[in-house]
Nanobody
Framework: QVQLVESGGGSVQAGGSLRLSCAASGATSETVTMGWFRQALGKEREGVAAIYVGGGSTYYADSVKGRFAISEDNRRNTVYLQMNSLKPEDAAMYYC???????????????????WGQGTQVTVSS
């Protein structure tokens, strides 16, 4: 079992920045990939970014490329999502996920055997 706790959400104006954190505990040595998903009101949850733990490979949705950056701190078992140049359409509940395998990082269904946090809210005003 892996427990995930997100933090760092909040309200910003368009063009601003936020850094989300996801602290993992439990069986973290089994984790292969970690990712960030988001779900806006009335929309499906979508993959934002993912990282192969310890390997450094990162992946991004086209909508956030060049603005968001995912990174890890293995000593703290924490993954970050630095979000710059935020837009109103980035507003959503952001969820952290972890799984003991790789694969289709953007596909929520491909994380169904993984673990999810409770989410942190991001609001972006225009």
């Amino acid at each position: 079992q892996v427990q995930l706790v997100e933090s760092g959400g909040g309200s910003v104006q368009a063009g601003g920045s936020l850094r989300l954190s996801c602290a993992a505990s439990g069986a973290t040595s089994e984790t292969v990939t970690m990712g960030w998903f988001r779900q806006a009101l009335g929309k499906e949850r979508e993959g934002v970014a993912a990282i192969y733990v310890g390997g450094g490979s990162t992946y991004y949705a086209d909508s956030v490329k060049g603005r968001f950056a995912i990174s890890e701190d293995n000593r703290r078992n924490t993954v970050y999502l630095q979000m710059n140049s935020l837009k109103p359409e980035d507003a959503a509940m952001y969820y952290c996920a972890a799984r003991p395998y790789g694969g289709r990082w953007w596909d929520e269904q491909d994380w169904r055997y993984g673990y999810w946090g409770q989410g942190t809210q991001v609001t972006v005003s225009s």
